[in-house]
């Protein structure tokens, strides 16, 4: 039964009963709590805290994501822009004479956030204004650069004409006063070309190229392995029209995926995919350049003075490979998901025969254009093709472009079944299962149109034509033959290697989150005496569109799933709207699997929201059960971490 809480002088209310008082801080099983979900009952005004009541709660967002949202973060490759002459004067970091060494050097916005928060408020203020300017910041140091404006009243002044197309009108600059004659500062110096082409030389075999099912045998990730091109062996979307966010699920055959010295798919482990390019914005970017037709698919000898590109994680060292333009514009360079850097624009600028379009692009190169350069760089990533048509006088050469385009990424995928247990077909086929969910920002070309991620659009575009074809009575898989061209990867992530042990487990996770759980749930019910100790709670916006995998956790799964939607609904009162609200209202269980013997909690999904709220309502939690400070409750689960029973995987 719960009783009324006594409000803690340091966080949210939360609802105690008799085996969960502060005063015994490691409580025994909730009788009620630990058997079987139910939905959270009615509050009055002295009950614990709602969405309603509560000024902590943030609003949760089923799934969110830089770039491909779907998986965990890929390592980032982009250039980062050096700090101004303005940074460097302020004195953010000890003098010389109090350091041993000299430290390595940081972003402008890293060291003064990190080395001198009174420095910090002084300069940005108290409160949200702050928090608002660091979320924003692109680190390049713009927020303190102080130009001078030009004299606007000189009868010599000419405004520059801005370009009059949809797809600079499209990147929302905000330009100050300026002229074709504006004395411009601090313009970096062009970037080194370090790629070219040569003619393949005669006594080269013929090069052959799969470029639009799969990438060059030099894009390699996983070396010594290639990449494992798996045929798709059954696609179905998993959410109903109308959700916010699409979702499809993917069973891949990796039957005759290359033995690897032992190691294994594991449940909780993600795989790698390569995504290619569109090949529409491929195209759009060789129209862009002028490059013809006939040019595109010819084979070249590509030379590189160093670095690791076109591969992905191989030595930095020069190289001499046959290929195509087509080929490492498809699978090699990323030319819609990063966002614009000086080096490229100073390109541009280099190459542009307008003289309002190359000073535009020298401005946002130089220190006067800083803050519409941060503007760019911190709003919707824009494609390499609309940067390209908003300055149309700029065709820069392909081998120069290459040199300052960031590399194509993998995207990861975490597994959503046991390889082990449900992965066996007919005809001995071995499957790995996974969720993706499609990532949508807007598009330039209409105020209505969207454009997909580089990965969740391609994946995207195989289940359309996976399910089109089952419609039309055709089997795919013999016919079409789709592929996708992955790699084992992170078979050692934290959700994969502290997935284990007998011990009572809480999983929690939002969105396509919730997918890496569905091969733990499996694989705990087969084992008898596991299955009455794992719990999920499950974030959706609106669970008859959103929910994924609803009926395939077992026999068991009303018991052991509560089900939290965001989209609020008349006449449910008190009821759980985000999952950090559920947490809370399942404190007890909560406490009680994090002090069991063996008792782990995994977190999973979006970081902006729903992992910062769960994380909030976990201290809440050992403050109140444990009678805890909030320092002491943070330091609480930094130790469950460091023991791996507090996993939480986020992006």
Known sequence: MISPAT??????????????????????????????????PRHDSNASVTSESSGLLERFEPFDSSEESEAPSTPNTEPVDEATDAIKELSLSPSAEDQDATPKRRRASTTLISDN???????????NAATRLIEKCCGGGCCFVKTLPPDTTDPNFTPVVLPDNQAFRSLGLKLGPLSLDTTLSKIPELSETTVSFDPVAQDQPKHTTLVHKHPPTFVQPHPPYDVFSAPIYHARELTKPGAEKRTFHFDLDVTDYPDESGIDFKVGG???????NATELVDEVFDCLGIPKFVRDKPVTLNTSGGRWPTIWGEEQPRQLVTTRRELLTWCSDIQSQPPTKPLLRLMAEHASAPNEKQLLLYLSSAEGQGAFCDLRTSSHFTLPQLLRAFPSSQPPLASLLSVLSPLMPRFYSLSNDPHISSER???????????????????????????????????????KFIEAEASGIDPKSVLDLRVPLFRGLMANPLSREFGGDGPMMLIGAGVGMAPFR???LNRL?????????????????????????????????????VVQSRKFKGIQGASRYVQDEVRHRADLVWFVINALDGRIFVCGSSKGMGEG???????????KGNLSEESARAFWEAKKSGAQYIAETW
């Open 614 to 624: 769960v994380e909030q309502a976990l201290v809440d939690i050992a403050m109140e």
């Open 7 to 40: 409000p803690h002088p340091k966080g949210p209310r939360i609802p105690t009963t008799e085996t969960s008082h502060p005063n015994d801080p490691i409580p025994h099983p909730p009788s009620q709590a630990v058997d079987k979900f139910e939905l959270a």
């Open 270 to 276: 993600a795989i790698g995919v390569c995504p290619p």
């Open 117 to 127: 928060p009174p420095e910090l408020r002084r300069l940005l203020g108290e409160g």
């Open 519 to 521: 091969g733990f749930i």
């Open 426 to 464: 007919e005809g001995g086929r071995r499957l790995i299962e996974i969720a993706v969910s499609v990532h949508e920002t807007s598009d330039w070309h209409s105020e209505n149109s969207k454009r997909t991620g580089v990965g969740s659009g391609f994946l995207e575009r195989l289940a359309h």
């Open 526 to 562: 087969k084992n008898a005496n596991c299955a009455n100790k794992i719990w999920l709670v499950q974030g959706v916006r609106d669970s008859m569109l959103d929910e994924i995998y609803s009926g395939e956790l077992g026999d068991h799964e009303k018991e052991i799933k509560r």
